[in-house]
């Protein structure tokens, strides 16, 4: 009986928020949809939890869909990174969300379309085959722009437009690289592909790299593919901009990390260097830039996202490590410091730091939560940014790439001034503006606590990531476990 549910739960994270919103859909009372929609996301939460626990010593589990075999079926694969990867979307789909009631902006549909995204989202970390890997982004993308429109005026949602018109031309470049990965391979399942690219013909694979490259790249808002980010994430109410500035770019950053490991491997590793560095630097030049919260963040998450190719381009298993460290990092801060911005917001109507002043001295407690998740952003210690960071650097070193980690510790003081200038404009300075509701701090309270334990605790999140890495650079036990070889 047990085994038998160890074997179902890669599916429970992508099942039990997809029945969530069907019966959120189907309309109950107000009280009762938001009893419905935690109760949800804590089961996605608790399913996820255990799926790190039955792969954190690298077992891989997969499920064969239908009980076709692989490669002819639907597979899901809950590796150590998938698990880890669904672990820290179910708890920032609970915690935002938990912002998102405490700030009076939920309704049966705003319920039902987080489900729908956080089902889409899980689905991406956990699909076996490339084409699910689609499907999941199309669910990802239906959602998402329902809850980038939803409570907005009729001019936001035409603006909002861009955002889907961006990504359908993704959606372009994903269909014609899995076109010319299956005429190139006959298979989809990476576990497979893993073993027919390397005898494939040359030009066909190197087109779908760069195509799959153009489409996780405009996902995960690289350069020069970012363009769309800072003006998307500006529309939306605090609470889903949080669910999106930790998760969305993450889904695309985790698929770079999953098809240039598993599936074509060594292919761009030079030229992702370089997307790292321009990611960076642009990236934090525009925040410094800006006078409005809610844009300085923005433009972080695409710096940050610069971070992550960096580990990704070094190719070793400790830059992997410390890349897939990072993600897991920054989606904890970034959703708390969006948070934090938004019961600026909710509390003073306005993020622009020219008409901000004060608040250290009437929200103390937020206040310390900024401080703690900034400076964690910019990699100061003890915090879990210092470590992510410290990983990067020891891997750029020992990979005989000095100017890369020269481009990372220049970011990272960039990072510092542009948190030191929300602090100053916001915090700092004359006024009594009015405290914000607890109800609204707690949330991002409670994500910094996280990242400082985290920060306390790095050897054991290194762990779980060291084991993801393994897991990606050195494939054989994931292809021959899924095509039970």
């Known amino acids: 009986m047990i085994a038998e549910m160890v074997a179902a739960l890669p599916a429970a994270p992508i099942v039990v928020p997809l029945v969530t919103a ?84 939920d309704d049966r549909f705003v319920h039902a379309g987080w489900q729908f995204l956080l089902a889409g989202i899980n689905w991406a970390f956990l699909t076996g085959d490339i084409f699910n890997l689609y499907v999941a982004y199309e669910v990802m993308l239906v959602a998402s722009y329902f809850l980038l429109t939803h409570g907005t ?25 899995v076109a010319l990965t299956y005429s190139a391979t006959g298979t989809l399942n990476m576990a497979h592909l893993a073993e027919r690219v390397p005898a494939a013909p040359v030009a066909p694979v190197r087109a779908a790299a760069v195509l799959f490259f153009l489409a996780f790249g405009i996902k995960a808002a ?14 939306p109410r605090a609470g889903i901009a949080a669910f999106f500035g930790g998760l969305l770019t993450k889904v695309g950053v985790y698929s770079l990390f999953r098809v240039f490991t598993v599936v074509f491997p060594g292919q761009l590793d030079g030229v992702l260097l370089w997307v790292a560095a321009g990611t960076m630097l642009l990236g934090v ?10 844009r300085i963040l923005s433009f972080h998450i ?8 960096m580990g990704l381009g070094l190719a070793s298993q400790l830059g992997v490590a410390g890349g897939l460290f990072y993600v897991l990092h920054h989606i904890v801060v970034k959703s708390g410091l969006i948070l934090v911005g938004g019961a600026i917001e909710e509390t003073h109507r306005t993020g622009r730091l020219d008409r901000l002043g004060g ?24 915090m879990s940014g210092f470590f992510a960071k410290l990983l990067l650097i020891r891997a750029g070193l020992e990979a005989g790439q000095p100017w890369i980690v020269a481009v990372s ?31 609204l701090v707690a949330p991002a309270a409670a994500l910094a606590a996280i990242t400082l334990l985290v920060g306390l605790g790095a050897q054991g999140l290194y762990g779980l990531a060291s084991t993801a890495a393994g897991h990606l650079t050195a494939p054989a036990a994931y292809v021959s476990t899924v095509l039970r070889k």
């Open 22 to 105: 069907i019966l959120l859909l189907a309309g109950p009372r107000p009280r009762a949809q938001r009893l419905l929609g935690l109760a949800g996301s804590v089961v996605s939460l608790a399913a996820a939890a255990a799926l790190v626990a039955a792969t954190r010593r690298g077992e891989v589990l997969p499920i064969q869909a239908g009980g076709w075999p692989a490669p002819y079926g639907i597979t899901l694969v809950a590796d150590a990174l998938a698990a880890l990867m669904v672990l820290i979307a179910s708890l920032i789909g609970l915690v935002a969300l938990l912002y998102t009631i405490g700030a009076r902006r």
């Open 153 to 177: 005026s009729r001019a936001q949602a035409r603006e909002a437009f861009t955002y889907v018109a961006i990504n359908l031309v993704a959606s372009m470049f994903f269909l014609f690289a």
């Open 222 to 235: 690289v350069f020069p593919l970012f363009f769309w980010l800072p003006h998307a994430y500006a529309i």
């Open 285 to 294: 030049l525009g925040a410094l830039a800006q006078d409005d919260i809610r």
């Open 302 to 309: 695409i710096s940050q996202v610069g971070y992550m190719v």
């Open 359 to 382: 608040l250290a001295r009437t929200n103390g407690p937020l206040a310390l939560v900024f401080l703690l998740c900034a400076l964690s952003l910019a990699g100061v210690p003890p």
């Open 409 to 439: 510790v220049l970011v990272s003081v960039l990072t510092l001034l542009s948190m030191l200038k929300i602090y100053s404009g916001a915090f700092w300075g004359a006024g009594s503006p009015p405290r914000a509701p607890a109800r």
